[in-house]
């Protein structure tokens, strides 16, 4: 099928962009990448009145590191990129361990870090892995601008906090605080597919070796990112150990998420894999965190 009729448009700059977006509102659609946005408008099932390709607005490309503030990146910067990055590789690395989950390398040659960020699919690994890493997104209309954290960003299925006349412009990513480890795990029926389940898992340990802070966040099991709080509780101030880390993980799976059965798995099963990829992102996020540790205490 074809795209029903719309009006597009092709601005160089944020000022341009944000001026249609203050004429036009629901109207718009804004194009990054497209590799969601043009399979649903060749569908009609998304029929924008008017298009605002971002392609053009060099504005959004960078990939930019702040000593004190952690690193920013423009919200039109291609995930390939992300993902070849070395700047990020050394102070996000567990975005660069994610990023070859997402989909196959052609869609991430097109795909951008803000499309995938703003479409807010609850599949998606992009909006859980900002939310383990504490993340901000900055968001901008004519004459205003607020920052927005990661975690309150997403409201609902594919829906955020965006308002119809405002740009998701930067993401900004603090420094990892000392011995912090990290880990990314997920299944899907085959690589590059929609992930079944996924968690992603950042742990911090204090001077004597146990958990100072923890974020467990998963994937495709609600509407969006879904942050383990009791399963988080439960790491907190103890020292880590297998069994400790098995008590997480079923509380996870059995209180902090509410899966839902579909074609592709059931509620049940997906619980059963939250709670084994959830082991599997915490052991390896602790041993990273403990070798940092140890690592350190030698270099002293």
Known sequence: MKPAPFQYFAPE???????????????????????????????????PAVLIDLNRVAELFYIKTQK??????????????????AVIAE????????MPFIAHPQIRNRGTMGGSL?????????????VALNAKFLLRRQNKKRWVPAHKFYVDLFTTALEPDEL?????????????????????????????VGVAAVVTLNQRGRCDQARLVFLSVGSG????????????GQTPSAKLIREAAEIAANDDIDPQ???????????????VLTEQALAAAFERAQKINRRERKER
């Open 68 to 85: 004190s503030n952690g690193l920013r990146i423009g919200t039109m910067t291609r995930q390939r990129e992300v993902e070849r990055s």
């Open 91 to 98: 102070q996000v690395p567990l975005l660069t361990e994610t």
């Open 168 to 196: 998701l412009t930067e993401i900004a990513i603090p420094p990892l605080p000392p011995h912090t480890g990290w880990a990314f795990r997920e299944i899907a029926r085959r690589h590059g597919d929609y992930a079944l």
């Open 261 to 275: 059965s579909d074609l592709h798995a059931s509620a049940a099963y997906r619980r059963h894999l939250a709670k």
């Open 118 to 130: 703003a479409h807010a699919d609850p599949a998606a690994e992009l909006p859980a892995v900002m």
């Open 13 to 47: 700059t944020i000022d341009e962009v944000l001026s249609h977006l203050s004429e036009y509102g629901d109207e718009a659609k804004l194009l990054a990448g497209g590799q969601s946005l043009v399979p649903a408008m060749n569908f009609r099932l998304a029929r």
């Open 225 to 236: 990112p879904v942050e383990a709080y009791q399963a988080e509780k439960v790491l907190n």
